[in-house]
């Protein structure tokens, strides 16, 4: 069988679309099931991805890497391919094309709040996910609470909407001397993710905990914006607290390897993967209290509930100096890691695939 997968999401800076898809294309490379296939990747430029170009073909098609790409440029070279199904793991695909697709959507954030997105850009996402949720003959989700959002707000029917809980990237941590009380942040800046919410707390903590710093990693997509910045320069953090727009996933190893807390404020979410990133690297993580925060950390996060400021300073405060709370935290994460693994998330995805043509 020929599968056909959109890769724009491995190109330049990769995030989270991006790394679920390489994660899965790296499970494949390496699986007897899948060798049965061959795969056939898009993208508007090189690929950054190390895989078997025998098994994977690689088709660069010249242009940008939205929706004019996708929808215009995309279905004209998958007309000549004799593709069997078409896979694309960032919410979207083509809908000017006849063969079966497989659609992933991680959440429904332009549905559910179209207020955190511009006009034009919420009715975009909005119209193209409806369109094609509505054509596909399968939609992947990461969440069981994506997938009832996805049942509920895209009218798909329950049988054609997947839960696949996907692998944790194990990044090389650097392990750093000493108990500095750092704390970090990453995954890119969204309004919903309260990241001043988390400025302001380190601020009020620093007051009697000098020592404390924070690391916010991920690049800025407030809308309205935030002028993050200025908060910190306000709040007297100059010098304590470190916006890296992007890092290296060594630096980023480097970055976990030397916190003692991670803060990850965010009222919705598909599913929240650095919390988790953070577990595994063994730091614990502090989190508003949403359904599919529970769902995801289980027992290994601290809560708070959402807008509690006051309850984000106690929380981070618990993490970075309560060695009892740490290790309670910390001892829950192996079961709570156990849901996330890359073999099987390669596998039940590759099933579905198979199942769509």
Same mark, same amino acid.
């Given at each position: 069988?020929?599968?056909?997968?959109?890769?724009?999401?491995?190109?330049?800076?990769?995030?989270?679309?991006?790394?679920?898809?390489?994660?899965?294309?790296?499970?494949?490379?390496?699986?007897?099931?899948?060798?049965?296939?061959?795969?056939?990747?898009?993208?508007?430029?090189?690929?950054?991805?190390?895989?078997?170009?025998?098994?994977?073909?690689?088709?660069?098609?010249?242009?940008?890497?939205?929706?004019?790409?996708?929808?215009?440029?995309?279905?004209?070279?998958?007309?000549?391919?004799?593709?069997?199904?078409?896979?694309?793991?960032?919410?979207?695909?083509?809908?000017?094309?006849?063969?079966?697709?497989?659609?992933?959507?991680?959440?429904?954030?332009?549905?559910?709040?179209?207020?955190?997105?511009?006009?034009?850009?919420?009715?975009?996402?909005?119209?193209?996910?409806?369109?094609?949720?509505?054509?596909?003959?399968?939609?992947?989700?990461?969440?069981?609470?994506?997938?009832?959002?996805?049942?509920?707000?895209?009218?798909?029917?329950?049988?054609?909407?997947?839960?696949?809980?996907?692998?944790?990237?194990?990044?090389?941590?650097?392990?750093?001397?000493?108990?500095?009380?750092? &704390?970090?942040? *990453?995954?890119? =800046?969204?309004?919903?993710?309260?990241?001043?919410?988390?400025?302001? @707390? $380190?601020? /009020?903590? +620093?007051?009697?905990?000098?020592?404390?710093?924070?690391?916010?990693?991920?690049?800025?997509?407030?809308?309205?914006?935030?002028?993050?910045?200025?908060?910190?320069?306000?709040?007297?953090?100059?010098?304590?607290?470190?916006?890296?727009?992007?890092?290296?996933?060594?630096?980023?190893?480097?970055?976990?390897?030397?916190?003692?807390?991670?803060?990850?404020?965010?009222?919705?979410?598909?599913?929240?993967?650095?919390?988790?990133?953070?577990?595994?690297?063994?730091?614990?993580?502090?989190?508003?209290?949403?359904?599919?925060?529970?769902?995801?950390?289980?027992?290994?996060?601290?809560?708070?509930?959402?807008?509690?400021? &006051?309850?984000? *300073?106690?929380? =981070?405060?618990?993490?970075?100096?309560?060695?009892?709370?740490?290790? @309670? $935290?910390? /001892?829950? +994460?192996?079961?709570?890691?156990?849901?996330?693994?890359?073999?099987?998330?390669?596998?039940?995805?590759?099933?579905?695939?198979?199942?769509?043509?």
């Amino acid at each position: 069988m020929r599968i056909g997968v959109d890769a724009r999401e491995i190109t330049g800076r990769v995030t989270g679309v991006g790394r679920f898809l390489g994660g899965l294309l790296r499970e494949w490379s390496g699986s007897s099931v899948a060798s049965r296939h061959e795969f056939v990747l898009y993208s508007p430029r090189p690929l950054e991805l190390a895989i078997d170009a025998r098994r994977f073909r690689t088709r660069e098609i010249a242009g940008g890497t939205g929706t004019w790409w996708e929808q215009v440029q995309l279905p004209k070279a998958l007309a000549n391919d004799c593709l069997d199904v078409f896979f694309s793991p960032a919410y979207t695909a083509p809908l000017r094309v006849t063969i079966p697709t497989v659609v992933a959507i991680y959440d429904l954030s332009y549905v559910a709040h179209p207020e955190w997105f511009r006009l034009r850009e919420g009715i975009r996402r909005r119209w193209l996910t409806d369109r094609t949720a509505a054509r596909a003959r399968a939609v992947i989700t990461l969440s069981e609470f994506s997938r009832g959002e996805i049942i509920e707000r895209l009218g798909v029917p329950e049988h054609l909407v997947h839960r696949v809980e996907p692998g944790i990237d194990r990044l090389r941590v650097t392990r750093h001397h000493g108990t500095e009380p750092r &704390v970090l942040y *990453v995954g890119s =800046l969204f309004n919903r993710r309260h990241v001043p919410h988390l400025v302001r @707390a $380190v601020a /009020a903590l +620093a007051r009697s905990r000098t020592a404390t710093t924070l690391d916010i990693v991920g690049d800025d997509r407030t809308f309205p914006h935030e002028d993050l910045e200025g908060l910190i320069a306000r709040l007297g953090l100059a010098g304590r607290a470190r916006w890296h727009r992007f890092v290296t996933d060594d630096m980023l190893g480097s970055l976990y390897g030397g916190a003692r807390a991670f803060g990850f404020l965010s009222e919705y979410e598909g599913l929240g993967m650095t919390p988790l990133e953070a577990l595994a690297a063994g730091v614990p993580p502090v989190v508003y209290d949403t359904p599919v925060a529970r769902e995801s950390c289980g027992e290994a996060a601290l809560y708070v509930p959402v807008g509690d400021e &006051v309850g984000v *300073v106690r929380a =981070l405060e618990r993490a970075l100096f309560d060695e009892t709370i740490r290790a @309670a $935290v910390l /001892a829950a +994460a192996p079961a709570t890691l156990a849901k996330y693994d890359w073999t099987r998330a390669a596998r039940e995805t590759l099933a579905i695939i198979e199942q769509a043509v």
